[in-house]
């Protein structure tokens, strides 16, 4: 387990960027292919890989891409005759205020846990 720890570590930068986005992007698709069951939690995931390997700002980065995939895959989801404003828009932009907090938390948690102690 250490040597894949070590190995994904000592990957550049952009490898990390294109690694979380790919973890997006199979959380997003999963999301759209399972319908209207919850699947919030799941995209904490990338943000929490993001956050270790990226920091604070590639969390926050992550997690706006998160809330965008969330908000996308329920408008995806929901039918052509239903209001703009219905149950799966406003449950959508909920749960996405949820992520942010939990995103925005896990940044600032990860940087703070990472400092050297003096």
């Known amino acids: 387990m250490t040597e894949i ?13 294109t ?3 790919i973890l997006c992007m199979i959380v997003g698709v ?6 209207d069951y919850g699947m919030t939690v799941v995209y904490i995931l990338p943000i929490y890989v993001s956050a270790k390997l990226l920091g604070k700002r ?3 980065g992550i997690t706006v891409v998160c809330i965008l995939e969330l908000i996308g895959a329920a408008m995806l989801f ?4 239903e209001l703009f404003f219905d149950a799966v828009f406003w449950n959508s932009i909920l ?7 939990t995103g925005y938390l896990m ?11 003096k």
């Open 30 to 35: 999963v999301d759209y292919a399972t319908g």
């Open 107 to 117: 940044a600032q948690f990860t940087t703070k846990l990472a400092r050297p102690t």
């Open 58 to 60: 590639g969390c926050i």
């Open 78 to 81: 929901r039918k052509e005759y």
């Open 95 to 101: 749960q996405s205020f949820e992520l942010g907090i």
């Open 19 to 21: 690694l979380c986005m």
């Open 5 to 17: 720890k070590n190995f994904i570590a000592e990957l550049a930068v952009p490898t990390h960027i």
